[in-house]
């Protein structure tokens, strides 16, 4: 049995404008031990859908429409308050995106990292003191000791990503969701964040949720590959299928935009059109009006995610006429 399992998440923001159905019926699950990458543009709904499962969504405007989240047989979507912050930085960790806002500015680094032990195994002050320490010098913070009674504007933003992983890690969780952790990070910075997550993942034989736009990211990263556009998947894959074999024209879109793949002298790509308004109804393919390749059946009949071989999934209408 997978370690998690969501089965048709439906998270909506509720607004003056209109229902954004941020999240619109989403299905996947993560093995132990496995490293699942979510990429698509920003505003695809990746965050939230996080966010959504392990109850951070503000509550109103958003509100889960529909579907399950299961982990070690509870449902988080229905677990009381209680039960679901027994899980919730202890069990299921979470790297959020900006850890200059995500950390307390008024809080010293020490009183930030000791907390999840404080809270979720009682341990007293001395206890959790020492294993902060160890915590720090786990993801290459060096002075630790010092360190723990500084302010977060103190450290750099290699440092703060490097104090958020020790914050979450400290509770051995059996899961970890990194929502962009190379966000505003310099190459060589990044390079260093992605195997520290990578090595503490060995230690520690726990899943990783890899939320990010950036597929050279993934592909050092990940298992597996599931594609998110206008809240919904519409490719799954393992990370290799995707690379040299992917069936979706929003996938290969995203493949063209990467800096990598484009020659010197070239201007580079960019995916024309805009992502679609979340708060209207969208009658057939959410990607049509900025594919190349839909027909008129694209823009009136929805998709869904079909099968085309062991583990991989793509939602298109010509996924037998392409050939990307």
């Known amino acids: 049995m997978a370690l998690l399992e969501v089965d048709n998440l439906k998270t909506y923001f ?6 954004v159905r941020a999240v619109d019926g989403v299905s996947y699950s993560l093995e132990a031990g496995e490293t699942v990458g979510i990429v698509g543009e920003s505003g695809s709904g990746k965050s939230v859908l996080h966010y959504a499962m392990l109850g951070l969504i503000p509550q109103p405007p958003g509100r889960i429409e529909g579907g399950s989240v299961h982990f070690d047989g509870m449902d988080l979507v229905q677990a009381p308050a209680k039960a679901l912050r027994g899980v919730r930085g202890k069990r299921i960790s979470m790297i959020f995106q900006d850890p200059m806002t995500a950390l307390n500015p008024y809080m010293k680094i020490g009183s930030q990292i000791m907390e999840p032990l404080r809270i979720h195994e009682g341990v007293d002050k001395k206890t959790a003191r020492t294993q902060a320490i160890d915590a720090l010098e786990a993801v290459g913070i060096q ?12 450290f750099s933003g290699g440092m703060r990503q490097r104090v958020m992983i020790a914050m979450a890690l400290i509770t051995r969780p059996e899961i970890l969701i990194a929502d962009e952790p190379t966000t505003a990070l310099d190459v060589t910075v990044q390079a260093q964040i992605l195997e520290l997550i990578k090595q503490r993942q060995q230690d520690l034989g726990m899943a990783v949720i890899l939320i990010t736009h950036d597929l050279g990211v993934v592909a050092g990263m990940c298992d597996r590959v599931l594609v998110m556009y206008a809240g919904r998947f ?18 290969r879109a995203l493949m063209d935009a990467m800096p990598a793949t484009q020659q010197t002298s070239e201007m580079l790509y960019t995916i024309p059109g805009m992502p679609p308004d979340l708060s209207q109804p969208i009658p057939g393919c959410a990607f049509a009006p900025r594919c190349a390749h839909a027909t008129d059946v694209c823009h009136e009949k929805p998709t869904q995610l079909d ?3 062991d583990g991989h999934h793509a939602a298109c209408h010509r996924l037998g006429d392409l050939a990307l």
């Open 307 to 309: 099968r085309i071989s």
């Open 234 to 251: 519409v490719e799954a894959a393992s990370t290799r299928t995707i690379f040299n074999n992917c069936k979706h024209p929003y996938t």
């Open 143 to 154: 002075d630790a000791e010092k360190r723990l009674s500084m302010y977060p504007h103190e």
């Open 14 to 19: 509720h607004t003056r404008n209109g229902i």
